[in-house]
């Protein structure tokens, strides 16, 4: 009953569960020990679902996993699909914030065909609701796996259904979503602009979980910028925040972004710490791209103090973090367009069936009407005949345009954006199966990692537009200078690693040193000034050390070669 003391606890659970997670916690814990109690099966799976949804908010995932689990296994004893539904949504968020991307798309493509048939067939308003919250949790798998173009795609389409829907939190999380996309292409102004319109819309909302999430990147645009005093202010307000909402990814993200910030402004020793802190509770959490980017933060503090042995550990280590969620990521991008090919091929099956079954009813109402009416019912089934050729030819283009989308979306997930070049992932493929040739074989090879000098002045001085356009031309530079075995990807930002096959360390140089020259001889026209382009490249040639070691050789001497005065090559 609405009005009774059970219903009350479970409303005010409900209520706290993004403001004030213990409370909702302690308060569903109640609500779940009552119905019991009482034997009341529906309240307690109410129950049931908010203790994990606060547990969730807590990031206390492995309680929330299980409680979800059991959550939809008692609603689906209750024959409630919508609540079935939402079980499976949240499960996805929880394998999202693991990093196990298919097992999340398991789960959101679960729920959005339960939603959809609900939203369809019951027009439940609630249900549209939950289907934007999808739209948006898939684009941050997108995001995740590098489909930047595809994610923003699903966060507008987030946008304007909740815009349609008069949700006004969930469009201004969607212009969150959005400001993260432009930061990570690199348009800070455009990715500040969002953040600071989502920050009023959460303040006007009241949403502080929000507000702290815009204030928190925002804060690292400003560090970008070099304002480390705004980022810092920015951030520590953010970190409060978290802390009393007890908000432990909140937590951990800040503390490393702190990190950041601290190394930045040559405080090694305060990095280490706050890098410490956020791996610790990466950790706790079962994070592992938090993880990885906190023992990068350790790693380059570690670096700074003299430390080199310790922090070529934690580099090794953040890499291999990194290529076990790449290879997840592959598994994810896979798994996620079969799933969609299946669901899309049953209902094509399921429409045929229902579709055959008509025409198999009217077969047997024309045997019992007589001549006349079986004549008439020729004629309508040579159409229905016609109609499932036209079906199936439909189906059969669908089905090819998937295969093509397919291999569209494998092939968009390996490039960079930007300038066309194979991307991060990408390239520590072809980095790994070369090693294992050169394992197989009596060869060596050799890595460039190199680095455009001053890209930031450039940005500063002409915009964004002007840094990207850099960017490309430094890529085609390169492309045109390299030989037809030699590999070449977009490392990260304005880096670019170049892999040689069958090439020592002198080569390498030769190599490094004739890109060096092009780059300086080719200035880029912009505005009507001359761009003169500089470059610093680190050779490293590998040892029969393992992948992460060789890069990391390639990175110490690109940055000798920056301690050294930029635009050289050094090994």
Known sequence: MPGTPLAQLL??????????????LDLALRAQKLAQKLHDEQHEAEATYLVADAARARGEYSTALEGFSRAQNM???LAQPFEVARCSRRLGDLYYYLTDYDKAMVHYLRAQALFLRL???VGSEKAALHLAHIQAAMGNILRAVGNLSEAAEAYREAQLAYEKLGYSLGAAGASYNLGLLAQDRGQLDEALALYQKTERAAAEIGDAYLLSLARSSAGTVYLKKGDLQRATLLVKQALEVCQTMERARGTADNLRKLGEIALASGDPERALAYGADALGRARELGERDAEAEALELSSGALERLGRCSEALQAF?????????????EAVARVNKLRLAYELMEKQQRLALLEASGKAERLVRWALLAGLLACLLLLGALAGR??????????????NAELEAAYARVAELSRTDELTSLPNRRATLDFLVAEENRARQGSYTFSVVLCDLDDLKAWNDTFGHECGDAVLQEFAHTLVQN??????????GGDEFLIVLPATDQQGALLLAEKLRQAIAEEPLAWEGHLIHLRATFGVHQWAGENVRATIFGADEALYRGKREGKDQVRW
């Open 75 to 77: 609603f689906t004893k």
């Open 316 to 328: 090794r280590e953040a890499t291999a973090l990194q290529l076990e969620l790449r290879n997840a």
């Open 482 to 491: 390299l030989r037809a075995s030699d590999f070449v990807g977009r490392w």
């Open 385 to 398: 005949y016609h109609d499932r050729l036209r079906v199936e030819r439909v189906i059969a283009q669908k």
């Open 11 to 24: 409303r005010q659970a409900e209520a706290q569960v993004e403001k004030n997670p213990k409370e909702a």
């Open 119 to 121: 939203a369809r067939d």
